[in-house]
């Protein structure tokens, strides 16, 4: 487990040196255990001699039913939103104390957006986090502000109870605007995706470059109801 946890979006290619020094473990250690998560297909090492994470956890990563059975139902309203915004839309769960993008689609010439498929978003700093946390109640809250609410930008909510009132703000109206406080020059509206008894389950957001992107506040919320609809006709439970 601290051998697949060394990896990282930032570092998906890592020799075994790297895993040493990362994880703590010593050459033989590493180099033995290297080798069995090879031979079961967690790990795959290219031609250089490195090692990346395997197609095997690709597939048992499938199976879970916030990641891909969402993101097979979620990606034709994706798709819609998209193309009737032509901006960044990103779909994302919680996942301790992240945002975990589980999809997203880009658009060419967009505002640069800080995670991709598989990243991690703050709560604070995020529209998607703030829907996100805004509903999961005053345990994870009391926690993110104990780990500290880093000031990406000068925007970024830094006190907690700015944050609180924030995540009031969410609950009240439906949606999360944020405005340039992940990096400059972007914005983004989020709207919750539910289960079939109203709890939320996921965030649906637009990031865009342009200071109007509230605008697409119905448009959103429209998308993360039809998100749901989906979701709640699929489900076996």
Partial sequence: ????GAYTP??????????CRITGLSHA???RLAGELTAWGALERVPSGAYVIGLR??????????GLPLRVRAMPVMEDLHAATQQHVQLAVLDGTDALVVERIST???VPVVSGVGGRLPLHASAV????????GEELFGEVVRH???GFT???ITDPAALRAALAECRRTGVAVVREEMSPDAYSVAAPVTDSEGRVIAALSVVGADARTHLLVPAVVLAGRGISRARGAGAET
């Fill in 1 to 4: 487990m601290a051998i697949l």
């Fill in 10 to 19: 930032e570092r998906p290619v890592l020799t075994l040196a790297h895993i």
């Fill in 29 to 31: 250690t590493a180099h």
């Fill in 57 to 66: 956890l690709w597939e048992l990563g499938s199976l879970n039913p916030r």
């Fill in 108 to 110: 060419t010439g967009a």
């Fill in 129 to 136: 986090g703030q829907m996100l946390l805004a509903h999961a």
């Fill in 148 to 150: 500290g609410l880093t």
């Fill in 154 to 156: 000068p925007r970024t």
